[in-house]
């Protein structure tokens, strides 16, 4: 098992920058290819970004490449997703999730979870 629990989200305003951080806990961190999804009010949750179990591969959607990126401290047990230029749009619930066997797009392909982290972008 995997536990994993986000943080970091809040309102800001459009243009601002955030860093949401996920911490996990249980098995070998470093073990784990890590993603963020994020979820609309109304809207199915999608894929954000994906990170490769040693960090040398990354992977983005279109509408955030150029503006986030994603991270991991493996001493720390920590991935990191730092959002630049935020728009309305990226208002969501972001999560973030673990898996084995190299970083996927595919929300089902992921085995745990966290809880969520809110974060409003302001107009």
């Known amino acids: 098992q995997v536990q994993l629990v986000e943080s970091g989200g809040r309102l800001v305003q459009a243009g601002g920058s955030l860093r949401l951080s996920c911490a996990a806990s249980g098995r070998t961190f470093s073990n784990y290819d890590m993603g963020w999804f994020r979820q609309a009010p109304g809207k199915e949750r999608e894929f954000v970004a994906a990170i490769s179990w040693g960090g040398g591969r990354t992977y983005y959607t279109d509408s955030v490449k150029g503006r986030f990126t994603i991270s991991r401290d493996n001493a720390k047990n920590t991935v990191y997703l730092q959002m630049n230029s935020l728009k309305p749009e990226d208002t969501a619930v972001y999560y973030c999730?673990?898996?084995?066997?190299?970083?996927?797009?595919?929300?089902?392909?992921?085995?745990?979870w966290g809880q969520g982290t809110q974060v409003t972008v302001s107009s």
């Open positions: 999730a673990a898996k084995i066997r190299g970083p996927s797009l595919i929300l089902n392909e992921y085995d745990y």
